[in-house]
């Protein structure tokens, strides 16, 4: 039961470097959602999805950009990376009708 | 918009002792509120939720919360804590089912004293 998966665990990215943050779910959910979380500022959404096709900005988009062409994948590509974006990704995903996220483990990047 | 408040940062509590993780939020329309937990180099997991009805929930591992519309606040409370309950609490609010915006607060770091 392998529920939200995130790849890789840890990354450390050169300033101007781009790089993609893997999330897969095996429990057909149609939301999924990638946050950041800091230091004393709990968990910023950054993008969100809908289903598959449909995407949204949320909360600290600037930097990031997303798709989902599956129900399953929704990967977060980094442009060009910025010590500002040095920080612990979470990717969730949730059933229609239901109210519980699933959150994968994290990923802990640094940018150097 | 809505915000969430959690006015305590750190939280330090001696074993068996009760504890009581202060939250409070605001928002322009009906919320759905939800107390997460994240353990030392983990994901968040569900602790308790609020959609509608009763306003004392229960959630996993003997936590409970209430939510107060008056005072728009929905504290998490457990009467007695252990070693194990050692992590981050979040609060989380959302305006519609689905998940997909949450809004957090800052987290409370639960620390248990032996």
């Known amino acids: 039961n392998a529920g939200v998966t995130q790849t890789p665990k840890f990354q450390v990215l050169k300033t101007g470097q781009s790089m993609t943050l893997q999330c897969a779910q095996d429990?057909?959910?149609?939301?999924m959602s990638w946050y950041r979380q800091d230091p004393g500022m709990g968990l910023r959404l950054i993008h969100y999805?809908?289903?598959?096709?449909?995407?949204d900005q949320g909360e600290v988009p600037n930097g990031y950009n997303v798709s989902r062409s599956t129900t399953e994948d929704f990967p977060l590509r980094l442009l060009s990376a910025a010590p500002s974006q040095t920080s612990v990704y979470f990717c969730?995903?949730?059933?229609?009708?239901?109210?519980?996220?699933?959150f994968g483990q994290g990923t802990r990047l640094t940018v150097v | 918009a809505q915000s969430v408040t959690q006015l305590d940062s750190q939280v330090p509590v001696f074993e068996e002792a009760p504890v009581e993780l202060r939250c409070n939020y605001s928002?322009?329309?009906?919320?759905?509120l939800f107390w997460y937990v994240q353990y030392p180099n983990q994901g968040l997991q569900l602790l308790l939720k609020y959609l509608s009805g009763s306003t004392l929930v229960k959630g996993i591992n003997g936590f409970e919360a209430e939510f107060n519309k008056s005072q728009t606040s929905f504290h998490l409370r457990k009467p007695s804590v252990h070693i194990s309950d050692t992590a981050e609490y979040f609060c989380?609010?959302?305006?519609?089912?689905?998940?997909?915006?949450?809004?957090f607060g800052t987290g409370t770091r639960l620390t248990i004293i032996p």
């Open positions: 928002s322009s329309v009906s919320v759905y």
């Open positions: 989380a609010v959302s305006d519609y089912l689905g998940n997909e915006k949450l809004t």
């Open positions: 969730a995903s949730t059933k229609t009708g239901n109210t519980e996220a699933f």
């Open positions: 999805s809908v289903g598959a096709g449909i995407t």
């Open positions: 429990m057909n959910h149609e939301y």
